[in-house]
């Protein structure tokens, strides 16, 4: 179950908002599937998986919550919230730059402006991590990772929010930037049910 509600109903906001990221534009690479929402960081939430795959091969992977407190909430300074991730293996050349976590950043402001996703209360992290093995596990090759988190309240309909972190996922996975006059396909695979019991 994509969504829950701890009083067994769902508000007309949220239940609209859901509507939105049912229909929203992302770019055709990203497969997105519902998935069991939280249930203890608000009263009500939607929650979807997203991945970006190249024949065996996964690029990239992550999740976009959306959180929804009727009564508000003083750090969202709102009552919506989307909490996102993005993480991609990488070269280890890559790992190396200390100006990744900044681009990795970037690349999520982007995604945002290049949507109109109008957001206040924005914050998160960038991490890189590089893993060498060692003794029995010596033989295993390395592996380097970036992953993006973020979270902030929307002042803008949540379909672009969600189309925004589709193109974040793109980007993590080193796909090239669509062109502007290209159009996206309407989300698939994340028809759910909009609320439940907690």
Known sequence: MGAHSELGSVPSQFA?????????????????????????IAPHAYA???????????LASGRF????????????NGTFRCVTFARADIEGYMAEDPVLPAVGWSWLEDALASRG??????????????TEAFGSMVDDAPQSQVEVRASWTPLTGVADHLGAWGDLLAAVAGLPPVSPDVAYLPG??????VGGGA
């Not at 509507?19 to 534009?25: C, K, N, P």
């Not at 996703?117 to 590089?130: D, K, L, R």
């Not at 698939?188 to 049910?193: E, I, Y």
């Open 65 to 76: 919550i959306l959180l929804h407190d009727p009564a508000g909430h003083d750090a969202w």
């Open 117 to 130: 996703a109008e957001a206040t209360a924005f914050g998160g992290s960038v991490t890189v991590v590089h």
């Open 48 to 58: 979807l998986s997203g991945e970006i795959v190249a024949g065996d091969e996964d």
């Open 16 to 40: 609209a908002a859901v509507d939105q990221l049912r229909s929203a534009a992302v770019r055709p690479e990203v497969v997105i599937d519902v998935m069991p929402a939280p249930t203890r």
């Open 188 to 193: 698939r695979g994340h028809r759910g049910p």
